[in-house]
Nanobody
Framework: QVQLVESGGGLVQAGGSLRLSCAAS????????MGWWRQAPGKEREWVAL???????TYLDSLKGRFILTRDGAKNTVYLQMNSVQPEDTAVYYC????????????WGQGTQVTVSS
């Protein structure tokens, strides 16, 4: 079993920065990758970024250059640095982790609200 705890959401002005954290605990040795999705009001959930076991990050094309995903392996924590945020970045951000467990299993955090004011 894996638990994910997110933190760092809040209210930020357009053009500002925010860092989200996601701490993982539990049976993590079969981790494939961790990352983030987001869901804006009235919209479908959208994939944001992921980081794999080799610390290689991949991003939604429209977020490249603004969002940076890093990992602290010792703390089993990933960090999503959000720069030059815009009102369209307003969403609930969900951390996820994918593990190889008799197939691929995905675990989710509870979500953290990010609100960008114009």
């Amino acid at each position: 079993q894996v638990q994910l705890v997110e933190s760092g959401g809040g209210l930020v002005q357009a053009g500002g920065s925010l860092r989200l954290s996601c701490a993982a605990s539990g049976r993590l040795f079969n981790m494939i990758d961790m990352g983030w999705w987001r869901q804006a009001p009235g919209k479908e959930r959208e994939w944001v970024a992921l980081i794999n076991r080799d610390d290689r990050s991949t991003y939604l094309d429209s977020l490249k250059g603004r969002f940076i995903l890093t990992r602290d392996g010792a703390k089993n924590t990933v960090y999503l640095q959000m720069n030059s945020v815009q009102p369209e970045d307003t969403a609930v951000y969900y951390c996820y982790a994918r593990l190889s467990e008799l197939g691929i299993k995905t675990y989710w955090g509870q979500g953290t609200q990010v609100t960008v004011s114009s």
